[in-house]
């Protein structure tokens, strides 16, 4: 079965434009979370969707945004980038199933430099 | 306020032997616990979870134990292999919620 994958690995971009994530998750799971992972502050949760709806939202200012699509697929969108955006984002993906088990795989992430 | 807590910053174990990485909570209500482990600049790798309503999970050299009683949880890795160090990060999920994750053990296994 196929992990999780993100797309593009590496992003470059610079000051003030904008840029948009994309994420598959494990065939089955409908869940998917966006992580952002820096040296300074570790892993910090962006936002959570679940069938087409957002289920759970970190502490991030309005400029990240996400969606997900009927095949479960996400985008995330981070507008006006700043420096401090300069992160590896990370998508994951979970699945809750029967006989009380539950899952989460991580994707390779997506490096974004803001330059 | 940390409601996954990973007391031990680090850990060294020689290779071969038992390593035991330890896991407090405070939310009783959490229902699903996992196990990560992290190399550095590279996202979480999922290890291992277990459901409230256990006190045991078994995959292969990883075990982890859960006590409720106690808002405790374990993981064992036997044998331990160099391959192993890294940093393990326990987490904690009640219901719909997000999943929350403790601060990460160093673990070094040494040759």
């Known amino acids: 079965k196929a992990g999780v994958t993100q797309t593009p690995r590496y992003l470059i971009k610079t000051r003030g434009q904008q840029v948009t994530l994309s994420c598959s998750p494990i065939s089955g799971h409908r869940s998917v979370s966006w992580y952002q992972q820096t040296p300074g502050q570790g892993l910090q949760f962006l936002f959570e969707y679940f069938s087409e709806t957002q289920r759970n939202k970190g502490n991030f200012p309005g400029r990240f945004s996400g969606r997900q699509f009927s095949n479960s697929r996400s985008e995330m969108n981070v507008s006006t980038l700043e420096l401090g955006d300069s992160a590896l984002y990370l998508c994951?993906?979970?699945?809750?199933?029967?006989?009380?088990?539950?899952?989460?795989?991580f994707g390779p992430g997506t490096r974004l430099t803001v330059t | 306020d940390q409601q996954v807590k990973q007391n031990s910053p680090s850990l060294s174990v020689q290779e071969g032997r038992i390593s035991i990485l330890n896991c407090d909570y405070t939310?009783?209500?959490?229902?699903?616990f996992l196990w990560y482990k992290k190399y550095p600049a590279e996202g979480p790798t999922f290890l291992i979870s277990i459901s409230s309503i256990k006190d045991k999970n078994e995959d292969g050299r990883f075990t982890v134990f859960l006590n409720k009683s106690a808002k405790h949880l374990s993981l064992h890795i036997v044998p331990s292999q160099p391959g192993d160090s890294a940093v393990y990060f326990c987490?904690?999920?009640?219901?719909?919620?997000?999943?929350?994750f403790g601060t990460g053990t160093k673990l070094q296994v040494i040759p």
């Open positions: 987490a904690a999920k009640r219901g719909y919620q997000k999943v929350t």
């Open positions: 939310n009783s209500m959490f229902d699903y």
């Open positions: 994951a993906s979970s699945l809750r199933q029967d006989r009380g088990r539950y899952e989460q795989y």
